[in-house]
């Protein structure tokens, strides 16, 4: 006999990368490939405790041409994830295992860009026809 279950999981996003609501109701789906994304800084791996990972909301991402998947954005690659595509918006949940992830993308808003995860230099950003269309603030010094 099986017996099914069901289980959910809760998570608040952490979105102080977010400058403004502007954008946020026009997210696209998108898929990400985990291999390309760096534990910890990118994502959070399941756990004894979390059987869940998650990618980080505000990871800025780009599109891999050959696959079409989404990696990290980093204007040094040749794989054409050096045009910003956008930021991953919500925390994105996987299971242990998993390479492929779906994901919302922030592609045009406000963003600031001290609080980035993982951190970002808006004056490498080329601007691209097909990058996203984000206006990073500056850091505000106390």
Do not use: C
């Not at 789906?29 to 405790?49: C, Q, R």
């Not at 990972?53 to 050096?82: F, Q």
Request: zero cysteines; aromatic letters at 8%; hydrophobic letters at 35%.
């Amino acid at each position: 006999m099986i017996q099914p279950y069901t289980t959910s999981t809760a998570m608040t996003a952490d979105r102080d990368w977010l400058a403004s609501r502007h954008g946020t109701d026009a997210t696209e789906t998108i898929t990400l490939d985990l291999t390309k994304f760096t534990k910890n800084t990118h994502y959070i791996d399941p756990s004894a405790g979390n059987p869940h990972g998650y990618v980080r909301s505000g990871v800025p991402v780009g599109r891999i041409t050959a696959s079409g998947l989404y990696g990290p954005y980093d204007p040094a690659a040749k794989d054409g994830r050096e045009v910003l595509a956008g930021l991953i918006y919500a925390e994105a949940a996987f299971t242990p295992g998993t390479t492929k992830v779906a994901a919302a993308l922030f592609w045009h808003g406000t963003v600031n860009a001290s609080k980035v995860p993982g951190g970002i230099d808006p004056s490498k950003n080329v601007p691209n026809p097909a990058g996203a269309q984000i206006r990073f603030l500056p850091a505000v010094s106390a």
